[in-house]
């Protein structure tokens, strides 16, 4: 697959004559069999965007097809498949072992699968929901008078005039236009929906970012290195700074190929030396792991680690926007959702019931992540060294996720004068300073074993569930105005409430122990 990033994604061309009213209108019976208008024209994106980043993305797991990279086609389901699973497995993965042994090891395994089910189902309704928002916007664009369609409405939709395609935040904001705090006097105007999906994003960007930089962290404070955890951050300022500033993500297209290597050899790797080292592979005691963990705190906690895996619902929409003819044929992101999330539930729950078997017995207990159970030779050497250096290219790329949009919130994405590309490198260094100031933080609180699992903890309780379980069912609901006896809507507020009751509890327990880490 061709690394080099291409201008935008147009999923098919001009906008046809729009299908019938009593299948599109929002707030009618949800109708699946007839297919949605083809999509305007995105945006062009800048070639430092997360979005570009992933649809130019190289695997392993497919070969280059110059068809499949035809800007006006959008990738196939199987490349978008393997991006999907590849946001999902990597260093989260590395924490379930340990998140297992608080949860509980039957328990663990319940939740893992239920997860993965859960997350699917959610990644569904958020991109029904945008569709049905476009649905509904693409009827004023017909524009009849003396029943002539207004063609140059559809030319100007074509030309990417009129781009469709929305961000989760735009989503919120379209299906919850009464959730606004305006205040004429002192000039503000700001939509409540809107804004928390946008401050999550931001959060997570931030979050994961540190939570990498501290995986790097505790692996090179480990064995064999020992390196001190204030100089490995302090060290990381530079290469992260650094990489912040590039203008394109083409300079990074081999990190996707480095990544499949990385987390491969780490998951294979991890088994293969512990079995290797005398261990064996036996099912836990329950004296040491219970079959429900019996600390309430410490299953919230738990979960929380399992969500950080699962719900990465912020590239929902950037994801499904990425596949060919997606307005077209909406069943095929299910598709892809389903095919992707039963392959990250299955590897992973091999992988950690696996791991948990090898190392439940070791001296300390599990660690998290798992690779600091393996020592010090040449083959856990190579393993973690494969994983920071994949971890410290991928940084950037996340951090893209959140500071696009603040950049984006007082600056042109297409302007390229020298003020406003001073504007952004300063964005950037502050961005850097701040992940870099928050690892350092987290290290001082926690202690450098602990900070990588709290960070997973927090940012997979407080701002992944948001926007992973409890603003999907909200959202497609709304959008297609299912009655409040819809047994799918009763389902979604299950799902909704079960998320927000992980939010508080993980949220709050994770807090507990940054702020008194002598109870650990």
């Not at 999902?88 to 039957?106: C, D």
Request: glycine share 10%.
């Amino acid at each position: 697959m061709s690394g080099a990033p291409r201008e935008c994604v147009a999923q098919s061309a001009p906008l046809p004559l729009i299908a019938p009213k009593s299948n599109l209108l929002l707030g009618r019976e949800r109708t699946n069999s007839a297919p949605l208008p083809t999509s305007h024209k995105l945006q062009a994106q800048r070639q430092d965007s997360y979005w570009v980043a992933q649809s130019t993305s190289q695997s392993f797991f497919f070969a280059g097809d110059d068809e499949s990279q035809d800007a006006d086609q959008g990738l196939k389901r199987s490349h978008v498949i393997v991006n999907l699973v590849k946001c999902a497995v990597g260093a989260g993965s590395f924490s379930l072992p340990a998140a297992f042994t608080t949860v509980g090891m039957e328990f663990g395994i319940v939740s893992l699968i239920v997860f993965g089910v859960v997350a699917a189902y959610t990644m569904t309704l958020l991109a029904d929901a945008e569709k049905r928002v476009i649905a509904e916007r693409s009827e004023s664009l017909l524009e009849v008078e003396n029943g002539q369609i207004d063609h140059k409405s559809l030319e100007e939709a074509a030309e990417g005039k009129d781009p469709s395609r929305l961000t989760y935040p735009e989503l919120m904001k379209a299906l919850f236009p009464e959730l606004r705090i305006y205040i004429p006097r002192i000039g503000l105007d700001r939509n409540v929906a809107g804004d928390i999906v946008t401050f999550a994003i931001i959060l997570t960007s931030i979050g994961v970012s540190v939570a990498y930089a501290l995986f790097i962290g505790t692996s090179l404070h480990g064995k064999p290195f020992n390196w001190d955890g204030t100089w490995i951050m302090a060290g990381l300022l530079v290469p992260m700074g650094l990489l912040a500033q590039l203008r394109s993500f083409k300079y990074l297209a081999f990190t996707s190929v480095l990544g499949d290597v990385a987390v491969t050899a780490g998951v294979v790797g991890t088994i293969a030396i512990g079995l290797s080292d005398g261990r064996s592979i036996t099912w836990p005691h329950t004296d040491a792991i219970k079959v429900v963990g019996t600390e309430f705190g410490g299953v919230a906690r738990g979960l929380a680690t399992i969500s950080f895996l699962f719900l990465v619902h912020i590239m929902t929409l950037p994801m499904t926007q990425s596949l060919k003819s997606d307005l077209e044929r909406p069943k095929d992101w299910h598709f892809v959702a389903h095919v992707s999330y039963a392959f990250i539930g299955l590897l992973n729950l091999l992988f950690t019931v696996l791991a948990v078997c090898i190392f439940w017995d070791d001296d300390g207990g599990i660690a998290s992540p798992v690779t600091n159970n393996l020592g010090d030779g040449a083959g856990p050497t190579t393993i973690k060294l494969l994983l920071c250096v994949d971890l410290l290219f991928t940084i950037p790329m996340i951090m893209a996720v959140g500071r696009e949009v603040i950049e984006n919130s007082f600056l042109s994405p297409t302007a390229t004068d020298h003020l406003t590309e001073l504007k952004r490198t300063v964005v950037r260094i502050i961005y850097v300073l701040v992940v870099a100031g928050l690892g350092l933080g987290a290290i001082k609180s926690s202690g450098i074993n602990n900070a990588f699992n709290d960070v997973l903890g927090l940012i997979g309780g407080l701002t992944n569930t948001m926007v992973g379980l409890i603003l999907p069912p909200f959202a497609l609901h709304r959008a297609i105005r299912s009655p409040l006896s819809n047994p799918a809507r009763i389902g979604g507020f299950v799902i909704s409430a079960v998320g927000l009751a992980l939010l508080g509890t993980s949220t709050y327990y994770t807090m507990h122990d940054i702020i008194h880490p002598a109870k650990k």
